[in-house]
């Protein structure tokens, strides 16, 4: 879905959705209905101020991601999924890439304190991040749309001494008040506490806050739940310094129905850059959504309008087993990570591996990268040829052992039990491919060399 495709749907009428203590909103602030609609208001500042701000005309926002690894992960995607819809409806994102706070460490959340990274780590982590938020809001704007800003907090944070900060920043927030925030308390009453570097990080981000609000002129900061002392100290901050009225908007922290944090597989984190999480692993981790939480996430982490949703959800009521509403989050959220070419790949992909359907050069080309992959020549093909494949595939040990597993009716070729070692190029789809399996999980894709 394009930008300007999900503007165009998101600005629909939507008769479901909720409005601030049943008072209907001005079209600028329409963008608290939809996250309303769509269970994303944890908390906010005065709601009656925020909608009557958002209603005047386009606002500034921002988000903070810190480059604690290089690459984003699909947690993340919840916040700065927050941005876009802000975006879409008229208002202007600023993606707040955290150079300076990435060096600190956020505590929240967490029972002990994080690793510092080295300069050269976090350069690098930073540059990935910064790609990633630019793939995925638009700053370039037009037709409605403004554009959005990117920031490093590097930018007005490296070189001020410390003595500054304090006077400038410290003076105006109490430890009282620090103390009283759920992330610092947590931390200060847990086993570990916590040491003074991550104490100062609810400074550091209230300073952003600031800064922005002295630069850009923004008012409103977004992010997760867990993220509220922070947000508000920034709103404080502001208060007592400028004299203003900031606001904070967060939403629920994104977990599954059994309370486990989403985003996480058995092999870690699901990732953003496709280097790390295949495109085809993020689907099939989407697609393994539970019944319990698909309408959530389709309305949570995709830009489909929720009347849209409840269609979607009609129809899987219809047929569970099939998966409608899982496939639609999976090929949603693939499209907007990576492109509308890599969610087909994924389900030609799956098909190839799951379907039990005649295979096609589409699919098994799908699989490259996916399954591991052997260039033959035409010339090994013969009546030996599976055994050779076996053991060049690493299938099997041996020829004996590639013997002993056909014989016991071990192999398939292209989802086909074989029972002969003999390969001919009949058995290549396409002239080029063939599949070759051993026992349910144990796959090679088997690519003929031009």
Same mark, same amino acid.
């Given at each position: 879905?394009t930008?300007?495709?999900?503007?165009?749907?998101?600005?629909?009428p939507?008769?479901d959705a909720?409005?601030i203590?049943?008072?209907?909103?001005?079209?600028?602030?329409?963008?608290?209905?939809?996250?309303a609609? /769509?269970?994303?208001v944890?908390?906010t500042? !005065?709601? &009656?101020? *925020?909608?009557?701000? $958002?209603s005047?005309?386009? @606002?500034? %926002?921002?988000?903070?991601?810190?480059p604690?690894?290089d690459s984003?992960?699909?947690g993340?995607l919840?916040p700065l999924?927050?941005?876009r819809?802000?975006?879409?409806?008229?208002?202007r994102?600023?993606?707040?890439?955290?150079?300076a706070?990435?060096?600190?460490?956020?505590p929240?959340g /967490?029972?002990t304190?994080?690793?510092l990274l !080295?300069? &050269?780590? *976090?350069d690098?982590? $930073?540059?990935a991040v910064? @790609?990633? %938020?630019?793939s995925?809001?638009?700053f370039?704007?037009?037709?409605?749309?403004?554009?959005?800003?990117?920031?490093?907090?590097?930018?007005?944070t490296?070189?001020v001494?410390v003595?500054?900060?304090?006077?400038?920043?410290g003076?105006?927030?109490?430890?009282?008040?620090?103390?009283a925030?759920?992330?610092?308390?947590?931390?200060?009453?847990?086993?570990?506490g916590?040491?003074?570097?991550?104490?100062?990080?609810m400074?550091?981000q209230?300073?952003?806050?600031l800064?922005?609000?002295?630069?850009?002129g923004?008012?409103l900061?977004?992010?997760?739940?867990?993220q509220?002392?922070?947000?508000t100290a920034g709103t404080?901050?502001?208060?007592?310094?400028?004299?203003?009225?900031?606001?904070?908007?967060?939403?629920p922290?994104?977990?599954?129905?059994?309370?486990?944090?989403f985003?996480?597989?058995?092999g870690?984190?699901i990732w953003?850059d496709a280097?790390?999480?295949?495109?085809?692993?993020m689907h099939q981790?989407?697609?393994?959504t539970?019944d319990?939480?698909?309408?959530?996430?389709?309305?949570?982490?995709?830009?489909?309008p929720?009347?849209e949703?409840?269609?979607?959800?009609?129809e899987?009521?219809?047929?569970?087993s099939?998966?409608?509403?899982?496939r639609?989050?999976?090929?949603?959220?693939?499209t907007?990570?990576?492109?509308?070419?890599?969610?087909?790949?994924?389900?030609?992909?799956?098909q190839?591996?799951?379907?039990g359907?005649?295979?096609?050069?589409a699919m098994l080309?799908?699989?490259?990268?996916?399954?591991?992959?052997?260039v033959?020549s035409?010339?090994?093909?013969?009546?030996?040829?599976?055994?050779?494949?076996a053991?060049?595939?690493?299938?099997?040990?041996?020829n004996?052992d590639?013997r002993?597993?056909?014989?016991?009716?071990?192999f398939?070729?292209n989802?086909?039990k074989?029972?002969?070692?003999a390969?001919s190029a009949s058995?290549?789809?396409?002239?080029?491919?063939?599949?070759?399996?051993k026992?349910?999980?144990?796959?090679?894709l088997?690519?003929?060399s031009a």
């Amino acid at each position: 879905m394009t930008a300007k495709n999900a503007q165009d749907v998101s600005r629909q009428p939507r008769s479901d959705a909720a409005s601030i203590h049943g008072t209907p909103l001005g079209a600028g602030a329409e963008i608290l209905n939809d996250l309303a609609a /769509r269970g994303l208001v944890h908390d906010t500042t !005065d709601r &009656e101020l *925020l909608a009557a701000l $958002l209603s005047e005309g386009p @606002v500034r %926002l921002y988000c903070g991601f810190d480059p604690t690894a290089d690459s984003l992960h699909l947690g993340n995607l919840f916040p700065l999924l927050l941005l876009r819809r802000f975006q879409l409806f008229g208002h202007r994102p600023i993606a707040l890439a955290g150079g300076a706070t990435g060096m600190v460490g956020d505590p929240g959340g /967490r029972s002990t304190e994080r690793n510092l990274l !080295d300069a &050269e780590t *976090l350069d690098r982590n $930073l540059a990935a991040v910064k @790609v990633q %938020l630019q793939s995925l809001l638009d700053f370039v704007g037009g037709d409605g749309i403004e554009p959005a800003i990117l920031v490093d907090n590097r930018e007005w944070t490296v070189g001020v001494g410390v003595l500054d900060f304090l006077r400038d920043v410290g003076k105006h927030v109490t430890v009282n008040t620090m103390l009283a925030k759920e992330s610092i308390k947590a931390r200060v009453e847990s086993e570990h506490g916590i040491s003074f570097t991550e104490f100062s990080y609810m400074l550091l981000q209230a300073n952003d806050f600031l800064q922005l609000h002295r630069l850009y002129g923004c008012m409103l900061q977004v992010g997760g739940s867990d993220q509220w002392g922070n947000i508000t100290a920034g709103t404080d901050l502001i208060r007592r310094v400028e004299g203003a009225h900031a606001h904070a908007l967060t939403v629920p922290l994104l977990t599954q129905a059994d309370g486990s944090k989403f985003g996480k597989s058995v092999g870690g984190a699901i990732w953003l850059d496709a280097a790390k999480t295949l495109p085809y692993e993020m689907h099939q981790y989407l697609l393994n959504t539970a019944d319990d939480d698909v309408e959530k996430l389709l309305k949570q982490l995709t830009l489909v309008p929720v009347a849209e949703i409840l269609e979607v959800m009609a129809e899987h009521a219809k047929e569970p087993s099939e998966r409608a509403a899982q496939r639609r989050l999976a090929d949603e959220v693939v499209t907007m990570v990576h492109g509308e070419e890599h969610a087909k790949r994924a389900t030609l992909a799956a098909q190839a591996l799951f379907g039990g359907s005649e295979l096609t050069a589409a699919m098994l080309e799908a699989l490259r990268g996916v399954v591991p992959e052997t260039v033959m020549s035409a010339e090994l093909l013969g009546d030996e040829a599976l055994i050779s494949l076996a053991v060049a595939t690493g299938l099997a040990s041996s020829n004996g052992d590639a013997r002993k597993t056909l014989k016991q009716n071990g192999f398939a070729v292209n989802g086909v039990k074989v029972a002969s070692a003999a390969l001919s190029a009949s058995d290549l789809v396409d002239g080029t491919y063939l599949l070759l399996q051993k026992g349910k999980k144990n796959r090679h894709l088997v690519v003929l060399s031009a």
